[in-house]
């Protein structure tokens, strides 16, 4: 369920605020204008995997969400995979991780890298 004080954009992919504080702390050891990418690709062990990369450049079609000076890019492949999402980090027992909430997947796996459609 989606709160107003996570802005969303018109895909309705949202960042939390525990999300935007946790990409400040990592982009803050790369270099200056440095981006989290979130992607899908192929693979995992239910069918679609994210991926989390550093980036420094904004590709044609990328969507750019911006929370609290963090910057999130998705490219336009992954955008119909991902519309509707919540990026979130948590720290629980398992250790801490970027976690995605994705009302597109039917199914995940237990360590919710991975997810089928």
């Known amino acids: 369920m989606m709160t107003t004080d996570m ?54 079609g990328d969507l750019v969400i911006e929370r609290d000076g963090a910057t999130v890019l998705i490219d336009e492949t992954s955008l119909d995979l991902l519309e509707g999402c919540t990026i979130d980090f948590v720290d629980d027992l398992v250790g801490q991780s970027f976690r995605i909430t994705n009302p597109n997947a039917t199914s995940s796996c237990g360590c919710g890298t991975s997810f089928a459609l």
């Open 7 to 60: 802005p969303v954009n018109p895909r309705g992919i949202a960042v939390t605020g525990k999300a935007a504080t946790r990409i400040l702390s990592v982009m803050a050891k790369e270099p200056p204008g440095s981006m989290l990418r979130v992607s899908v690709a192929g693979g995992g062990c239910s069918g679609f995997q994210y991926i989390f990369d550093v980036d420094q450049e904004k590709a044609p």
